[in-house]
């Protein structure tokens, strides 16, 4: 598959496209219904957190996502110009508390990398964040 991209105004409405283009390119992939709807939903995380935590829901700013075949691996880079994030400050939930307290929200980094092969993040201060989400292909 050749790199695609797909450029969208940062709005939670704009998932549903997000998550067709995605999908559409990990069908073409070669992905199971399955693994489809995992990659997917890693995206949409990844996406939300981007508009809710970079960009603080200011609907004018731009996300942009591209997706490839690359080295035996289905690659999906979502980049944005918002505020940075540090990775390493994210904790790892422990599930049972957080279930018994009926929490919401919070699981976004967490459910990216249990859904995905590798989850890694480039941040370069003052220009651009990129998320890279990574899933091996299908033997």
């Not at 991209?5 to 067709?20: G, H, Y």
């Not at 890693?42 to 996300?63: F, L, P, S």
């Not at 995905?116 to 003052?126: A, F, S, T």
């Amino acid at each position: 598959m050749k790199k695609q991209t797909l450029k969208i105004d940062s709005r939670t409405d704009q998932l549903v496209t997000v998550r067709d283009f995605v999908s559409r390119a990990a069908y073409a992939s070669g992905f199971n219904d399955e693994e489809v709807s995992k990659i997917a939903l890693a995206v949409d995380e990844a996406c939300t957190n981007v508009i809710k935590h970079a960009y603080n829901y200011d609907n004018k700013k731009k996300i942009t996502i591209t997706v490839q075949d690359s080295d035996g691996d289905f690659e999906i880079l979502i980049m944005d110009t918002g505020r940075q994030f540090d990775p390493s400050k994210i904790q790892v939930p422990n599930m049972k508390d957080y279930l018994s307290k009926y929490k919401r929200g919070g699981l976004g980094v967490y459910l990216m990398k249990s859904l995905m092969d590798k989850v890694e993040y480039q941040i370069e201060p003052g220009k651009q964040n990129r998320v890279r989400l990574v899933k091996h292909l299908p033997r």
